[in-house]
């Protein structure tokens, strides 16, 4: 089976333009969520979407938003960008979204923003 | 509400030692506990989980972990560290309930000397 997939892998963009990152996730699997990497706040939960709703929602301002289609893929998207979104957004997908899971990592987008 | 700390964020050893990486959580329910390694400018790989059962959970590349209730603690090791086990090393938890979040703790990076 092919694992997570994200694009673009790396991103640039300037301060005040939005963006949009997709996940592929492992056929089958039904529940996505996302995260953000950065140094200083390591990692962090975005949101968790699981048959195409929003089950779970981290700490974030609603610039933050994502969905995810009858296929499973998912996209986020941050809008208003501000130099603090730089960071690795990693997208993970499991089969059933449940607690005790194994939540499987794409390679991440690398987000810049200048 | 979960929580994970990674004591040391920065373990330095030598090719051939053993290789100790500690992680203590706190969690209102029994949990379910992983190690998960990150190369750089790669994604997250799974090591290893603990669910139920056995406390002693081997995972890849010679890696376990012992689930110790009573010290709330989840340490990751390796008797003889290679040189490719350079990398960082990600303690998580599940959030109680059915949900794929994760809460992770800070990292350990491990250096291996030749």
């Known amino acids: 089976k092919a694992g997570v997939t994200q694009t673009p892998r790396y991103l640039i963009k300037t301060r005040g333009q939005q963006v949009t990152l997709s996940c592929s996730p492992i056929?089958?699997?039904?529940?996505v969520s996302w995260y953000q990497q950065t140094p200083g706040q390591g990692l962090q939960f975005l949101f968790e979407y699981f048959s195409e709703t929003q089950r779970n929602k981290g700490n974030f301002p609603g610039r933050f938003s994502g969905r995810q289609f009858s296929n499973s893929r998912s996209e986020m998207n941050v809008s208003t960008l501000e130099l603090g979104d730089s960071a690795l957004y990693l997208c993970a997908s499991s089969s059933t979204g449940d607690s005790v899971d194994t939540q499987y990592f794409g390679p991440g987008t690398r987000l810049t923003v200048l | 509400a979960q929580s994970v700390t990674q004591l040391g964020s920065h373990v330095s050893v030598s090719e051939g030692a053993l290789v100790l990486l500690r992680c203590n959580y706190s969690s209102s329910v029994p949990p379910y506990l992983f190690w998960y390694v990150q190369y750089p400018n790669q994604g997250l790989q799974l090591l290893l989980k603990y669910t139920t059962g056995a406390t002693l959970v081997k995972g890849i590349n010679g890696f376990e972990a012992e689930f110790k209730k009573s010290e709330t603690s989840f340490h990751l090791t390796k008797p003889s560290a290679h040189m490719s086990d350079a990398a960082e090393y990600f303690c998580?938890?599940?959030?109680?309930?059915?949900?794929?979040?994760?809460?992770f703790g800070q990292g350990t990076t491990l250096q291996v000397k030749p």
């Open positions: 998580a938890v599940s959030d109680s309930g059915n949900t794929g979040k994760l809460i």
């Open positions: 056929s089958g699997h039904r529940s």
